[in-house]
């Protein structure tokens, strides 16, 4: 590091799922965060990220994501051509400071915060495009249909035949309208872990990991950051549309959107439980993390689809009146 980004100091790992994740000191005190993507990922996917980040730091200045740090050379990730980090990229960002999400309590003004910052990201990221953002993802709720393998080796009989039905009823009823949807690049994974709260505990303070961003229906990732607010009660609804509301008070949602809503949450918590199992049957040692909140996810599913989409509908178009703007464009 010293080498590279002129960065000298301790370094301990972080826990992470795909990425290796490490954080350093540097000797004057101030934190940054050093990520080395896996062996084989192409420079084209580091690259998307780079270009992300350069293009929410200029359209949303005032967001708190990650500032990428130039190497020396001034690019902002290098790629080794030798020794034990050959091949794979390493980028360093500025360490955001605030709790995750997960490890606050949760309030109403909380979760519109939730909405409206994810909403006002969505729009930094309005006309950026890069061709890895088209790759094939298996957490992208677009192609939900293709998890059907992954499904399949789930037991019980009992879950995979839940999980099945749902793929099915996504592929002849949900996709067919989601394709005619506006689509762009969007975050795609705006959980509990990647965002980070203020010590006030109701502003956001920071919004992590971009690794899941992709091209998509823009409502997706709308669904994707309420399937993270459902409550543990029996009706777990209620958060998750305070979430969307924060949203729509930004960004509005149309007719059609807010209509599929309730079928995009389904679908991205059918992915929540298919897709660790599948990676905990293929990496037994790193179970444990993967699988870390799949029950969880099994209970509030269960209790999603014990609610009928048409009430979930009509609470969501309660809270979310479309036709005329909510807030200021940009404020959050």
């Known amino acids: 590091m010293a080498r590279e980004f002129g960065l000298r100091g301790a370094m301990r790992r972080l826990e992470g799922e795909v990425d290796e994740t490490?954080?350093?000191d540097d000797t004057g005190g101030t934190p940054f965060l050093i990520k080395l993507a896996r062996a084989g990922e192409a420079e084209e996917a580091v690259s998307f990220q780079a270009g992300l980040l350069l293009q929410v730091q200029?359209?949303?200045?005032?967001?708190?994501?990650?500032?990428?740090?130039?190497?020396?050379?001034?690019?902002?990730?290098?790629?080794?051509?030798?020794?034990?980090?050959?091949?794979?990229?390493?980028?360093?960002?500025?360490?955001?400071?605030?709790?995750?999400?997960?490890?606050?309590?949760?309030?109403?003004?909380?979760?519109?915060?939730?909405?409206?910052?994810?909403?006002?990201?969505g729009r930094a990221l309005r006309g950026y495009d890069h061709p890895a953002a088209h790759r094939y993802l298996v957490w992208d709720i677009q192609h939900m249909a293709s998890l059907r393998p992954m499904a399949c080796a789930i037991d019980p009989p009992e879950r995979r035949k839940i999980l099945l039905g749902q793929i099915d009823r996504f592929e002849n009823s949900t996709a067919p309208v989601l394709s005619r949807?506006?689509?762009?690049?969007?975050h795609n994974d705006f959980n509990s872990d990647n965002i980070l709260v203020g010590s006030d505990r109701v502003s956001v303070s920071g919004i992590l990991d971009f690794g899941d961003a992709v091209y998509t229906p823009l409502v997706n990732d709308v669904a994707v950051m309420a399937a993270y607010q459902l409550?543990?009660?029996?009706?777990p609804t209620v958060t998750a549309i305070d979430a969307i509301a924060g949203y729509h008070a930004v960004t509005e949602l149309s007719t059609s959107e807010l209509a599929l809503l309730p079928r995009l949450i389904i679908a991205r918590m059918v992915?929540?439980?298919?897709?660790?199992?599948?990676?905990?049957?293929?990496?037994?040692?790193n179970r444990r993390y993967l699988l870390?909140?799949?029950?969880?996810?099994?209970?509030?599913?269960?209790?999603?689809?014990?609610?009928?989409d048409e009430l979930i509908c009509q609470r969501i178009a309660k809270a979310c009146p479309t036709g005329a703007?909510?807030?200021?464009?940009?404020?959050h």
């Not at 409550?231 to 009706?235: E, F, G, K």
């Open 231 to 235: 409550s543990d009660d029996q009706d």
């Open 325 to 331: 703007r909510n807030a200021r464009t940009g404020q």
């Open 181 to 186: 949807l506006r689509a762009q690049v969007v």
């Open 292 to 308: 870390r909140d799949t029950a969880r996810a099994w209970t509030q599913l269960n209790r999603l689809l014990a609610i009928p």
């Open 58 to 121: 200029r359209a949303a200045p005032d967001l708190p994501v990650p500032r990428l740090l130039p190497a020396v050379n001034g690019a902002y990730y290098v790629m080794p051509q030798a020794g034990p980090l050959e091949g794979r990229s390493v980028r360093v960002t500025s360490f955001l400071p605030g709790q995750p999400l997960r490890a606050v309590r949760s309030t109403r003004r909380l979760r519109e915060q939730v909405g409206r910052y994810l909403a006002v990201l």
């Open 22 to 24: 490490f954080r350093i």
């Open 271 to 285: 992915t929540r439980v298919i897709v660790p199992e599948w990676r905990a049957r293929q990496s037994p040692a």
